[in-house]
């Protein structure tokens, strides 16, 4: 037997949404042989867009594993929150201490 034929029977859930959609847009005076074909032609509908949608998918799958392995890099780890990048300004260190002690030394000169 083989895995795959060529003619695909849509699935029950298909089925039951194409006949609900069928009976919503029911005109009066509609026989319920022309809802049931109006049913099948939804079902075809739905399975169509299925198989493209699957279709699409194993296209973007495959291009997506072609760049991966044209890339073939290891990614890298992400930096860790802990670990901090080398300081961008060392004079600020010094000027916020040659301040402090400018500060203090005017304190006690005002103060004597």
Partial sequence: MPKYSGTRTPSQETKDEAARIARGTQKPGQTKEQTKLIAQG???????????????????????KSLARQQNLPEEPTPRA?????????????LLLALSWLGIAGYFALNQ
């Fill in 82 to 94: 802990e670990q901090t990048p080398a300081p961008k300004r060392p004079w600020l260190p010094w």
């Fill in 42 to 64: 939804i079902e075809k509908g739905i399975d169509l867009y299925k198989k493209q949608q699957k279709a699409k998918a194993r296209e973007l799958d495959r291009k997506l």
